[in-house]
């Protein structure tokens, strides 16, 4: 499964809202409990990355509530809602639906 | 608090070898799926191989690495292991050992640092 994300790169003001698109070429919905196999991860600069949301919409324990997962089948999109500055990074999309667990090629955030 | 902790990398010449180590703690190892997944240096993140956890320790790969690499885990040291073999100049990457949310190969939750392998002559 190929994931495409876009744009490659952002430049949001703070405060604003920034949106980040990720497009698989198949579906990752799985029928039989309706959830969708995407996950989204954010990668500050020299660091590993970190895991935002998962099934698509779920918010990782800790993870402010300005990051918000929609989307389902092949057209996903993280939002954050009020950008701060801790929030420059890169951000990928990934899917587990199927093996190898692709990533999307990376969106860099900016001020 | 979850730990990963890989080590084990370093130069090595094409067509050489390495294993990579990873160290976990803070949750029930043998209980969850887990993943090595690399990052070339200024590039982004792709998946490398998995294994499952829950005692099945099914094995999954890129095809990049298919039959060159091979993921293994042992319950009882609390370890992940990959061996890397005919070690290509493209393998040169950051691998990062990564735990997933279940005994299936799903969403990584928590990475570890990563270490560094090097292919260069």
């Known amino acids: 499964i190929v994931m495409t994300q876009s744009p490659d790169s952002l430049a949001v003001s703070l405060g604003e809202r920034a949106t980040i698109s990720c497009k698989s070429s198949?579906?990752?919905?799985?029928?039989?409990?309706?959830?969708?196999?995407l996950a989204w991860h954010q990668q500050k600069p020299g660091q590993p990355p970190k895991l935002l949301i998962y099934w698509a919409s779920t918010r990782e324990a800790g993870v402010p509530d300005r990051f918000s997962g929609s989307g389902s089948g092949t057209d996903f999109t993280l939002t954050i809602s009020s950008l701060q500055a801790e929030d420059v990074a890169v951000y990928y999309c990934?899917?587990?639906?199927?093996?190898?667990?692709?990533f999307g090629q990376g969106t860099e955030l900016q001020i | 608090e979850v730990q990963l902790v890989e080590s084990g990398g370093g130069l090595v010449q094409p067509g050489g070898s390495l294993r990579l180590t990873c160290a976990a703690s803070g949750f029930i190892f043998s209980d969850y799926g887990m993943s090595w997944v690399r990052q070339a240096p200024g590039k982004g993140l792709e998946w490398v191989a998995g294994?499952?956890?829950?005692?099945?320790?099914?094995?999954y790969y890129a095809g990049s690495v298919m039959g060159r690499f091979a993921i293994s885990r042992d319950d009882s040291r609390n370890t992940l292991y990959l061996q890397m073999n005919s070690l290509r100049v493209d393998d040169t990457a950051l691998y990062y050992c990564?735990?997933?949310?279940?005994?299936?190969?799903?969403?990584?939750?928590?990475w570890g640092q990563g270490t560094l392998v090097t292919v260069s002559s």
């Open positions: 990934q899917q587990y639906y199927s093996t190898p667990h692709s």
């Open positions: 294994i499952r956890g829950g005692g099945e320790e099914n094995k």
């Open positions: 198949q579906s990752v919905l799985y029928s039989s409990n309706n959830k969708n196999y």
């Open positions: 990564a735990k997933t949310g279940s005994s299936s190969i799903t969403w990584t939750d928590y």
